[in-house]
């Protein structure tokens, strides 16, 4: 039996299997460190695992956000505006209120764009801008369209917001009185209400007016727009000084030179009969009571005539 039990013992030895011997002690704490290390090692992996999906994670968040702000469109204009060195250039001089800005802009940039780079020099917004030279230049042009030429001058006609927010605004009485007499007066059309037809009756349609066209839009024409005539039956002639910002309003005693920045409105209204034809109100103050009113307006007109005194978006 002691025999067997000897083999038995020089076989386990043998095999290495850390099987303690009879009678001897067991360090618990020793037999247990390679588990407990195994576990340390398994979580400190996972915690690197966790800290790299975490920065990747919060990357895409950073890209995310700056995308929803806007800043990728941001970088294409900045690429642009970089790019715009292998560009051709043209050199020209901006005035705005007799001060004169030199620039260098890209020949093949449309008017739209240089409005807003004329916006960061002048502070005038470019939506509130006309661009003048020789004439009013359309947003969708080219400077290659217009012909710039170096050193040439280009005007711009236009308020800053805080001109626009310095205007005084009318007293409490005179609105009141202006919503009411608007009131009465949204009932009937213009050429209906007794204070026009009363002159349209007694001055009747002028020989010597330019012929109207109804639902059609056209520029206006090179010369003033004249053969009209005003609440007092005098011939009305309209001369447009665009270089300037200037509406002049001609009769036969007088020419009063009006900035186009103090008019603060323009109404019109076909005549009823005759809806080739309109009669037009430009709101020389700020209420409705400073309407100088002028009557045979040829319908095709009537949009450019706003748009040359309000501009674009005629915000009044």
Same mark, same amino acid.
């Given at each position: 039996?002691?025999?067997?039990? *000897?083999?038995?013992?020089? #076989? ?6 850390? =099987?303690?011997?009879?009678? %001897?002690? +067991? ?6 460190? &390679?588990?407990? @290390? ?16 975490? *920065? ?37 001089? +901006? ?10 802009? &890209? ?58 927010? @310095?205007?005084?605004?009318?007293? %409490? ?8 007499? %608007?009131?009465? *007066? ?23 007016? &330019? ?51 103090? =008019?603060?409105?323009?109404? %019109? ?9 309109? #009669? ?23 949009? *450019?005539?706003?748009?040359? #005194? ?7």
């Amino acid at each position: 039996m002691a025999c067997l039990e *000897a083999n038995y013992l020089k #076989i386990f030895s043998e095999l290495d299997l850390n =099987i303690p011997l009879e009678g %001897s002690s +067991v360090d618990l704490k020793e037999t247990k460190q &390679p588990a407990a @290390s195994s576990e340390a090692d398994m979580k400190e992996k996972d915690n690197g695992q966790t800290s790299d999906q975490a *920065a990747a994670c919060t990357d895409a968040q950073i890209q995310s956000i700056l995308t929803a702000a806007g800043q990728n469109i941001l970088d294409e204009e900045e690429d642009e505006d970089s790019k715009s060195t292998d560009l051709e250039m043209v050199d020209f001089i +901006v005035i705005f209120k007799k001060e004169k800005h030199e620039v260098s802009f &890209p020949f093949d940039h449309t008017v739209s764009k240089l409005k807003s780079h004329i916006e960061k020099i002048t502070g005038v917004p470019a939506s509130l801008q006309k661009i003048m030279y020789k004439g009013l230049a359309k947003d969708d042009v080219t400077l290659r369209d217009l012909k710039v030429v170096k050193g040439a001058k280009i005007m711009v006609v236009g308020s800053t917001l805080n001109d626009v927010l @310095s205007v005084s605004a009318p007293a %409490s009485k005179e609105l009141q009185a202006e919503e009411k007499a %608007s009131a009465k *007066a949204a009932k009937e059309p213009l050429s209906e209400q007794k204070q026009h037809k009363k002159v349209l009756d007694k001055y009747g349609k002028p020989d010597d007016v &330019p012929v109207g066209i109804k639902k059609c839009t056209e520029p206006l024409p090179q010369v003033p727009l004249s053969g009209m005539y005003n609440k007092a039956g005098g011939k009305v002639r309209l001369t447009f000084k665009m270089e300037s910002d200037q509406l002049w309003i001609g009769t036969k005693e007088r020419t009063d030179k009006i900035p186009m920045q103090s =008019i603060k409105a323009v109404v %019109s209204e076909a005549i009823k009969g005759h809806e080739d034809y309109h #009669i037009m109100g430009i709101q020389l103050g700020p209420t409705e009571a400073s309407r100088y009113w002028v009557y045979w307006v040829p319908a095709q007109y009537v949009e *450019a005539v706003k748009e040359a #005194i309000l501009g674009k978006w005629q915000f009044f």
